[in-house]
């Protein structure tokens, strides 16, 4: 595979993994965008819409006036094709995980403005695209705990929301509509802030994050019962998530997979 390859392969290169048509909420999504699911996120668009065209709001993923998420941009995210994604090197202690895109565009506008300006109407669109990452890897499974990685309280604090769990919540909620049982556990815990994880190598990121979280020793008997799986909104070297499959791990907590909402592509060398 050359330098400029996909930094995350192709599910279709992965002959163990569903297909798009074996995931409900993609259709169902993409319904909801066309405005015919009044029970789904649709509601939700027309009421921001009234507030957008009092305040005058922009589309978070494309920042043409108008509502906070605009038809294309909501098209856009309902109709990516998850796929399996592994970071060159895989991290030890990684397990499979499931991406709903490319970072990049609407998604990577969209998680920005949710996170960092707490556009917290954004959270429900969000989560019913991690909803179908959970789907892909749970597989023909119906149940599951999910982990979100956790923030640094001090960073929760500063942002004033803690936007992953936020978003995880949305997912569990929507799957819990289409009959999943599945619950969130508030299992992983910061134990030190990491220096930021910006410009540092596959390597340094992983040096940086050993250690960073640690299971809450109470969940280490709850999370036995049906698989966990590890939640995070961007996907990079996969240093952070590993670092949470690690934590569960060495509590004696097996981790399924991992199920982000975007993946990086791996840059291509300077000058090639
Ligand atoms: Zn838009």
């Not at 279709?12 to 569903?18: I, K, S």
């Not at 819990?176 to 299992?187: E, F, K, P, S």
Request: proline share 7%; charged share 20%.
């Amino acid at each position: 595979m050359g330098p400029k390859a996909a930094f995350c392969r192709s599910i279709r290169a992965d002959p163990g993994f569903p297909q798009a048509g074996a995931f409900p909420q993609v259709g169902r999504i993409a319904v909801a965008v066309r405005g015919r699911d009044r029970g789904s996120w649709s509601g939700w668009l027309l009421r921001d819409a009234l507030v957008d065209l009092v305040l005058g709001g922009r589309c978070a993923g494309c920042d043409r006036p108008g509502v906070s998420l605009c038809l294309d941009c909501g098209r856009a995210l309902a109709t990516s094709t998850p796929y399996r994604a592994w970071p060159e090197p895989v991290p030890s202690w990684l397990r499979p995980t499931t991406a709903v895109a490319e970072y990049g565009g609407v998604v990577r506008s969209m998680i920005l403005a949710h996170k960092e300006h707490a556009r917290y109407g954004l959270a429900r669109p969000l989560g019913e695209s991690l909803a179908v990452a959970i789907q892909g890897t749970l597989g023909s499974g119906r149940a599951a705990w999910l982990c979100p990685v956790p923030s640094a309280p001090s960073t929760v604090r500063q942002r004033g929301h803690d936007p992953l769990r936020r978003i995880t919540a949305a997912a569990a909620r929507s799957l819990r509509r289409d009959g999943y049982d599945v619950r969130t556990a508030d299992a992983l815990t910061a134990v030190r802030r990491p220096q930021d994880q910006a410009g540092l190598s596959a390597e340094r990121r992983a040096a940086n994050l050993a250690g960073a979280f640690s299971a809450r020793s109470r969940w280490a008997e709850r999370l036995t019962d049906q698989p966990v799986i590890v939640v995070d909104d961007v996907l990079t070297t996969g240093s952070t998530v590993a670092e949470a499959c690690r934590a569960l791990a060495v509590r004696g907590i097996p981790v399924l997979g991992c199920a982000v909402l975007a993946a990086t592509r791996r840059r291509a060398p300077s000058g090639s």
